[in-house]
């Protein structure tokens, strides 16, 4: 799978939007982009994904660049509760593997 | 709406004794996944599981570990003989297929080896 590139930290004011980018310039035609986050000790939990065109569902939008070696994930209206570990992570959309490969991700800290 | 469940959620054990950590998976996932985070640090994949068996593992994943789904809806991971390495969040997860699709995550087991 493709490495990811992401900024250790970043700061968000409530209520604004969150603007996380993810750099996967060896990213190949058949992966996806993947964002999970890691709220304090829990389990992972899924953002969203997408393969090319942009992504919104209730929790965020994708944002990818038209030759695929970047993307940001944007909080529209970032809470506290968004407080988090972000990872963004590239994988095959078919294939003899399904593990997720976690980098160190990014950590958003959501200001009042 | 459905989620993946863990337990115990805290497990205190001495080196060398045999731990089970038990996990739901969501009902009609056939996919299931072990992975761990060692205090401070990435999260690790150890394993995946289909049909009864083994699809890949990690190099963590030694002969001290074994998984198995004893029955429709368990996934349990089995560490033999613990050591003091093995203290981390054990974290469970299953998906509807296998490469693409979304895995679910429980809420982990911190396990504690003295």
């Not at chain 1, 899924?46 to 065109?53: F, R, S, T």
């Not at chain 2, 863990?6 to 072990?34: A, K």
């Not at chain 2, 599981?49 to 198995?68: A, G, L, M, R, T």
């Not at chain 2, 203290?87 to 982990?108: D, I, V």
Request: net charge negative; proline share 4%.
């Amino acid at each position: 799978d493709a490495k990811t590139t992401q900024p250790t930290s970043m700061d968000c004011a409530e209520g604004r939007a969150a603007n996380l980018p993810c750099n996967h310039s060896t990213i190949s035609g058949n992966e996806y982009v993947y964002w999970y986050r890691q709220i304090h000790s829990q389990g992972p939990q899924y953002i969203i994904h997408g393969l090319k065109n942009n992504e919104t569902n209730e929790m965020a939008s994708l944002i990818i660049t038209e030759d695929r070696k970047s993307s940001t994930l944007i909080l529209p209206h970032a809470t506290l509760r968004d407080t988090a570990v972000y990872y963004c992570i590239v994988r095959v959309a078919s294939g003899n593997t399904g593990k997720l490969i976690f980098g160190q991700g990014t950590t958003l800290q959501v200001k009042p | 709406e459905p989620e993946v469940t863990q337990t115990p959620s805290h497990q205190v054990t001495q080196m060398g004794q045999e731990v089970i950590l038990r996990c739901v998976p969501i009902s009609n996932h056939l996919y299931f996944y072990w992975y761990r985070q060692i205090l401070g640090q990435k999260v690790e994949f150890l394993v995946s599981f289909y049909n009864n068996e083994i699809s890949e593992k990690s190099e963590i994943f030694d002969d001290q570990f074994s998984v198995e789904r004893p029955d429709g809806s368990n996934f349990t991971l089995k560490i033999r003989s613990t050591k003091l390495e093995d203290s981390a969040m054990y974290f469970c997860a299953s998906s509807e297929e296998y490469s693409q699709e979304t895995q679910y995550f429980g809420p982990g087991t911190r396990l504690l080896v003295l």
